[in-house]
């Protein structure tokens, strides 16, 4: 009996709320490592959880049982519950509404993959607004300036 074979690769990019600057090292590693634990737990295979303070880059080999929309609803909700429930931030953390999603193919995954292991050395140059337009330019995707996150200049 034929059985359905699939990968798809979608790079989501989402950010803390009020772009504040809350995921802080020497935690923020957990975090990403929990992440990728929320991924393996829905079945899927995360490449890369990788990002900065105010915002992270998730890399994943998505099957297409799982919707791209339901798997970044349950990272955030598990993510935020994980480090309200340890106490990294004062206060009640959460993200921001929305996300990126992107999708690459099976021969651009250590380019992906490298760009985003390299996000402190990226963003040396370069704002996570200029990264974030670029990637809406890149992909031709038409928005609504005043649906994009909470920029901070």
Do not use: C
Request: hydrophobic share 40%; proline share 3%.
């Amino acid at each position: 009996m034929p059985s359905t074979f699939t990968q798809i690769y979608i790079h989501y990019v989402f950010t803390v709320k009020g772009r504040q600057n809350l995921l802080r090292q020497p935690w923020r590693d957990e975090v990403f490592k929990y992440i990728s634990g929320i991924i393996k737990a829905k079945n899927q295979k995360p490449i890369i959880v990788n990002g900065m303070a105010d915002h992270v880059h998730v890399f994943v080999g998505l099957k297409p049982t799982m919707a791209i929309a339901d798997l970044v609803r349950d990272i955030k909700n598990n993510s935020s519950n994980f480090i309200n429930e340890k106490n990294f931030v004062d206060g009640k953390f959460a993200w921001q509404e929305g996300y990126g999603a992107f999708s690459y193919a099976h021969s651009q995954i250590d380019s992906v993959y490298q760009y985003i292991a390299n996000q402190e050395a990226h963003h040396q140059t370069k704002s996570f607004k200029d990264e974030y337009m670029d990637f809406l330019k890149k992909f031709e995707i038409e928005y609504k300036e005043e649906y994009l996150f909470e920029w901070i200049d």
